[in-house]
């Protein structure tokens, strides 16, 4: 009997260790889906996915509680009828959320505890196995303490839910700046990875056309050697300050940015503009000169506009008169995923699925990982 009790004991050890491996060596292919960009959930192949965020649940500035739309309510019952196996998770905050409210949400007790148990009753009353901090960005050094006291007050509380209900625990991811302290004080590196199952590292954005100096650039650069922000940067500053490679998410766009040219035959990387584009018809925002990648293609195939590749700094660029537009295609997308790879990265994850065309980008990032 007591060596029937050992060898179930050791069966139930090497379980739980397995599960844990197998969990712990799981590759992301994720990426993020919000109502407004008019591509509906019903479309989304998540097949090409193994993680998929809704964005983005609101918080209240009042009750620290979230609130969701119904498209978000019934996101994870849509995706899951093109792959059961589909993990999702509720992404709460976003760039348009006001960040003072996670500010104040974070520096008391009381606030947390609101915002803790409305995130976990939200995420398991609509199907979520977890749920993704976006506040962009804690801004202080008192901020960035409160966001360790928060993620970690989180992590407990989970940790005691999934006890209590017999489920598993809900995941916790965040999606956090290039680098540890690009737009604020350092983040709280230890504590993160303590409490946090990944992070999502966007590495997007360093250059748009409302920037200065007014040129031409690589928005999501993998590679910099001029020293600028890149993506291989950031992902090195994080592994200096302690986050382990396994445990972060490289963030690809699916959108560009276009800008309008000084002189229509000076086209390259770094070539003298004067703003945003003019270009009508096209998709691009006139405020910041962001446009999605099927935008891009469908411009391109109009406009006859001359492509490049640039392997250096792993971007792609198109131009046609005055307009210039930065972007990943396939090619871009093959080499970041290939450094994900090469790094031990955890995988990747795109902003956002409603701008994919064809699903070229989405296939291409899911075979080179594999």
Request: charged share 10%; with cysteine.
């Amino acid at each position: 009997m007591a060596t029937q009790t050992l060898t179930l004991i050791m069966l139930l050890l090497l379980t739980t260790t397995t599960f844990h491996l197998s969990t712990a060596q799981t590759k992301v292919k994720g990426a993020y889906w919000f109502p407004e960009s008019e591509f509906p959930a019903t479309s989304i192949n998540a097949t090409l996915f193994t993680h998929l965020f809704c964005a983005f649940a609101t918080l209240s500035p009042t009750n620290f509680q979230i609130s969701i739309s119904s498209s978000c309510s019934s996101f994870t019952s849509t995706v899951r009828k093109s792959n059961p196996s589909i993990i999702t998770l509720l992404s709460i905050g976003g760039g348009s959320a006001n960040p003072s409210t996670f500010s104040s949400m974070a520096s008391q007790s009381s606030s947390r505890a609101s915002f803790i148990n409305s995130t976990i009753s939200t995420a398991r009353n609509n199907g979520y196995s977890g749920v993704d901090m976006d506040w962009e960005y804690p801004a202080t050094t008192t901020d960035m303490k409160n966001f360790c006291t928060l993620i970690s007050e989180l992590r407990a509380a989970i940790t005691k839910e999934a006890q209590s209900s017999g489920k598993s625990a809900l995941l916790i991811t965040a999606a956090v700046s290039a680098t540890p302290n690009l737009n604020s004080p350092s983040y709280p590196v230890s504590c993160i990875n303590t409490n946090i199952d990944f992070l999502n590292i966007m590495a997007y954005d360093f250059y748009a056309p409302t920037y200065t100096p007014k040129v031409t650039s690589a928005h999501a650069a993998l590679n910099d050697p001029s020293g600028g922000i890149s993506g291989s940067s950031g992902i090195t500053a994080w592994i200096t300050a302690g986050m382990p490679a396994n445990k972060m998410v490289l963030g690809l766009p699916f959108y560009g940015y276009a800008w309008q040219l000084n002189d229509p035959a000076n086209h390259g990387l770094g070539a003298p503009a004067n703003g945003v584009a003019t270009a009508t018809g096209v998709g691009i925002d006139a405020d910041d000169g962001s446009i999605s990648f099927n935008y891009i293609k469908s411009f391109i195939g109009s406009s006859g506009a001359t492509t490049v590749y640039n392997s250096t700094y792993v971007v792609n660029y198109c131009y046609s008169g005055k307009t210039w537009i930065g972007y990943d295609d396939v090619d871009a997308v093959s080499a970041k995923v290939s450094y994900v790879k090469n790094k031990g990265l955890k995988g990747y994850f795109a902003w956002s699925v409603g701008g994919d065309y064809n699903w070229s980008l989405s296939q291409k990032a899911s075979t080179t990982l594999g």
